[in-house]
């Protein structure tokens, strides 16, 4: 906004060279008018511009404005400023800086003009400053300022979203600074573990709370979690009714801070949970396994299978999406989703794992069910099929045509004829590896080409594939 300070009003006027002023002849005056503004006007007592000193380049349109009337060549919401100034010029009054518009063939243009009376009042020179690039600057900076903004209510949304996921987990979970094992946040359910009053426990000491002969332990671990991303969880006696829960910690930085994510489990639930023989034959089977819930997140999984996603621990698959690993996107996962709902299983589903970006992937045969209930897991074994892959004799097909061996029938063949018969063969070929990749399971086959089953039949007949009079279907 502009105040006062933007005029010559209270400032400390030249003393020691203030005659100098007197001495300036006219070719001085006039560039010294021209250098104190961007556009400078010369008007006569009515408001009509006179002459004009400008850069055409900043000001193509300024050009016409000698011999009109100064109100003239601003915008309506101006002109009552330029009337202001005009009148103040002519009762001697000291002049402000006043912003007007110009329309221009580009647009608006913002210019600040102080209106000075020369000739014994006789004429006016406005000295304009052009706000263009000022304009620019403040638009940046307001663009700035929102994006902060909206960044910083992100923040707030997912600090609340986290913050009610941590409040409401079930599971006893505390935050711990590394270096003096301080408590830095614990959850509703850490604090019914503990004993301990609601909000009571961050900022108390995490030894405080564990047994004596747990607590080199309890060191021992915190160590590790800060070298390693896996680290075996440990038992330890708690101070309140000498209770023993098992302890999870994962280690990490934050603000060049290093502090330890700690998940508590009493042991009669973990070894409740542990018991069954089942489970323990699956953690030590050389297959990979792993179970996914409705939305096919990862839910658990066996060490075969984190060893074959080259993962440094469970932990670090826990809440993927099985999609990220497992099969080509958009295809695989809904094949074997699509068999266990029509079949109630897939078996030996042909596809892919993949490791970071890599779409190609290691070929594994996947053999997957659903349980029952309101929420259903899904199971997988997974297999690698490399190695045999490689160990399959070559088969004994021809090979399609080349490029070069199709573009050597132009001359002895219609373009029509060589389209359709090179449309054929890319037909073939496309139905024979839709069989091939669901085993030989049409209805799927059909599903992932895009044809109806009546659709696929027919052609399956057209080109003599598979042993259709045994079909059951």
């Excluded at 100098?20 to 511009?49: N, P, Q, R, W, Y």
């Excluded at 706000?131 to 600057?137: D, H, I, Q, T, Y």
């Excluded at 992937?361 to 029952?372: K, Q, T, Y």
Aim: some cysteine; glycine content about 8%.
């Amino acid at each position: 906004m502009l105040t006062r300070k933007h005029s010559i009003e209270g400032k400390h006027s030249f003393e020691q060279v203030g005659d100098l002023f007197h001495s300036l002849d006219a070719d001085a005056a006039m560039k010294l008018a021209m250098v104190a503004g961007d556009v400078t006007l010369v008007l006569d007592d009515a408001g009509t511009i006179l002459d004009s000193a400008f850069d055409p380049n900043e000001f193509p349109d300024s050009e016409d404005w000698v011999g009109t009337n100064w109100i003239e060549t601003v915008t309506e919401e101006s002109r009552p400023k330029v009337m202001e100034m005009l009148a103040a010029a002519r009762r001697g009054e000291v002049q402000h800086w006043r912003q007007v518009n110009h329309p221009t063939r580009d647009g608006i243009v913002p210019v600040r003009y102080a209106v000075l009376s020369v000739n014994g009042g006789e004429h006016r020179i406005a000295f304009g400053r052009d706000l263009r690039e000022a304009g620019k600057l403040q638009q940046r900076l307001l663009q700035v300022q929102q994006s902060l903004e909206r960044d910083y209510m992100r923040m707030r949304q997912l600090e609340a979203r986290y913050r009610m996921l941590f409040d409401q987990s079930a599971e006893p979970v505390l935050v711990v600074e590394a270096g003096t094992l301080r408590i830095r946040e614990a959850n509703p359910a850490a604090h019914g573990l503990t004993g301990a009053r609601p909000g009571s426990l961050p900022g108390k000491k995490l030894l405080g709370l564990i047994d004596k002969e747990s607590r080199d332990a309890v060191h021992a671990i915190v160590g590790a979690a800060q070298a390693s991303d896996s680290v075996s969880p440990i038992e330890v006696k708690m101070v309140r009714n000498s209770q023993e829960v098992s302890v999870f910690v994962t280690g990490f930085t934050q603000d060049r801070g290093q502090f330890i994510l700690m998940r508590l489990m009493p042991v009669g639930e973990h070894s409740a949970a542990a018991e069954s023989p089942v489970l323990e034959l699956i953690e030590q089977m050389p297959d990979a396994f792993v179970i996914a819930d409705s939305s096919l997140d990862i839910v658990s999984a066996n060490n075969a299978f984190v060893e074959m996603v080259h993962a440094a621990s469970v932990d670090q698959l826990r809440g993927r999406h099985l999609a990220e690993i497992v099969g080509r996107p958009g295809i695989d996962l809904d094949l074997i989703e699509g068999q266990i709902d029509q079949h109630g299983a897939a078996r030996n589903v042909s596809t892919v794992l993949r490791n970071g970006q890599d779409l190609d992937g290691e070929p594994v045969e996947i053999s997957a069910v659903r349980s029952g209930g309101e929420d259903p897991l899904l199971a997988f074994v997974v297999r690698p099929i490399g190695r045999r892959l490689r160990d399959l004799p070559p088969g004994t097909q021809d090979l399609p045509r080349s490029v070069e061996q199709l573009t050597d029938l132009v001359g002895r063949m219609s373009l029509k004829d060589i389209v359709r018969e090179s449309t054929d063969l890319i037909e073939r070929l496309c139905i024979e590896a839709a069989l091939s990749y669901t085993s030989d399971n049409r209805a799927s086959a059909a599903e992932i080409l895009g044809l109806s089953r009546q659709s696929l039949y027919s052609k399956l007949h057209r080109y003599g594939l598979g042993n259709l009079p045994n079909d059951p279907g």
